[in-house]
C-alpha cells in the first residue's frame, strides 16, 4: 500500500536495529484518514470472503480495525488484555507470550460475540513474532468460527510472524513489509496489496 | 442522541443498582457505523471551536476518538495505560483514581504531540466519576494547549464526574445522559445534543 509506504518513509523513526516506531500516526498518535484508506485496502483484498466479523486486540489495533469493520457493516470486537472483562462472562482466552517485555499475558473475548456461524478477518497494527494474532486464530478457534484472514498494518518480515500464521493455514495480507534497516533508514519488500 | 438511547435501550443490559453494561456496541464488540455517527454529533456540537487534536484513553475512547478526528481532519491521541510507551520519550502525565479498581493509576501523552498551539477536544466513552476525563484534561493543560470541551458518549449523571469537570470550566457534552435504573431498566436525562 503505497501511501502507508510514504508514510512509514516520511514519519516513522528507526531506533536501533530493529524497531520502527509509527507513534505519530498508527500507535499512539492516530491519523483517521490513514485508517479509513487502510479499512478500505483491507476490505478489498478479502472482499471474496463472507465476513461476519472483524477481531482485533487492544489498543492499536483497534483503529484500523473499527473502519474495516464497517466498510464491511459487520461488527468489530478488541480482544482484551489481562483481567478486564467482568467476571460474570464467559471467556474465550489465550496466553499471549511478549518477546519485547518477556511475559507471558491472557487476551479474552466474550463468548457471547463469537460462534461456529462466524467467519472472522483479524486485523493488528503489527506483526513481528506473530503471537498476538495467533491468540486471536486460537480464540476464533475455539469459538468454532472460521478465519478469513490476516490482516496486517506493518509486517517486519525479517522476523518469524507471518511463517507461524501461514502455518495454520491462514491467509495474511500485509500493508507494509519490512525487509530490514540500512543507515537507519526502513528497506520495503514488496507488500500483499 | 436518538439513535444512541435507542441503541442503550435495545443492547444495553443493566447489571446490580448502578452498572450499564454497552459491550456489544461499544466497550468490547463495537459498531462502527454508530462510532460515525456519534462522531458526527461530536463534530456538530462543537462546530464553533478550532480544533487541532482529539485526546482520548485507551481502549474504549479510540473508536469514537478516531471518527471524531477523522471528520475534523486532526490527528486523535490516545493517552496510554501504565508503563507503555518507550522511555526515551518526554511524557506528559496524569494520576488517575479508578473508584471499581480502587487503585491510581497513570495516564501518559507523549509531549512531542500537544503544545501551546493545540485546541483540543478530549473525547470519552464514559462519563461517571470524571476521574479519567479530569486526567486529559490536567495533560492537557501541562502541554500549555486550551480545551474546546469534553464529548461523552454516555454519562452517567447521578455520578459526580460532570460537575468535576464543569468546574474547570469545561464545557460537557454528552450524547446519552443517564438519570438512573428503575426495575432494571434505563431512565434518561434529557442529553445535551
Redesign the interface.
Known sequence: MELLEERILHDGNV?GENVL?V???LT??????L??AIGEAFVEAFRNEEITKVVTI??SG??PA??T???L?V????A?KGNS??M?DELLTAEVYSFTKQVTSTVS??KK?LDETDHVLIVDDFLANGQAAKGLIDITQKAGASIAGVGIVIEKSFQKGRALLEDTGTRVVSLARLDGFVNGKVVFREADI
Open positions: 531506533l516506531k507513534d505519530s500516526f499512539h498518535q492516530v491519523d483517521g484518514e485508517m479509513a487492544e489498543a483497534i483503529a473499527v473502519y469493520a464497517q466498510k457493516g461488527p468489530m470486537i478488541f482484551k472483562l467482568t460474570n473475548v466474550s460475540f
